[in-house]
């Protein structure tokens, strides 16, 4: 059009963006020159967002937001499915110093934080092969709290940090 935008479309609507594509079922195809593979991102049925790699489904946004790692419906706000391996989320961070966060889980109710779960640096800051995990907390009318630690020595309880307290084997 005289702005500039292209339209690709099966309708004779004008073009609200740069590109337009409105069709039956718009896609839109990304490969290399002399490439077998491509990547596509397309508009599925009820507003999906669909990006997928060499035909098959990698990733979808459904329209209530839920997101869907190789998984066509998906049913939770993250949901990832495969058919012959373990689904698997990886927190790395090069922290420099011991006892220094790595990863963290929070869980809010009406938006006040309650509980935790928190991976560590351990204490071996040469080789970077130790850690831990923190579980916290939080009590009615009280800050959240360290309540149990998973380390090389055990189980420890209620922010006691001890090895002489720990439960092990």
């Known amino acids: 059009d005289s702005s500039g935008n292209v339209h690709i479309t099966d309708n004779t609507n004008s073009p609200d963006a740069a590109l337009h594509i409105e069709k039956t079922t ?5 490969q290399l020159n002399g490439n077998s593979g491509y990547n596509t991102i397309e508009s599925g049925g009820s507003n999906e967002l669909i990006i997928g790699r060499s035909g098959t489904e990698q990733l979808r946004i459904d329209e209530n937001g839920n997101i869907g790692l ?14 012959d391996d373990i689904n698997e989320i990886i927190m790395d961070a090069n922290r420099p110093n011991a006892g220094q966060l790595i990863g963290r889980h929070r869980y809010y109710w009406n938006g006040t934080e309650v509980a935790r779960m928190e991976g560590d640096a351990g204490s071996d800051t040469t080789n970077k092969d130790d850690g831990y995990l ?17 380390d090389s020595d055990g ?11 720990a439960l092990n084997d």
């Open 26 to 30: 718009p896609q839109l195809r990304l």
């Open 70 to 83: 190789n998984e066509t419906n998906p049913t939770a706000d993250i949901h990832m499915t495969k058919a």
């Open 134 to 150: 923190r579980f916290l907390a939080r009590a009615s009318g009280s800050s959240i709290a360290e309540k149990l630690r998973i």
């Open 155 to 165: 189980l420890k309880f209620n922010g006691d940090t001890s090895t002489d307290n």
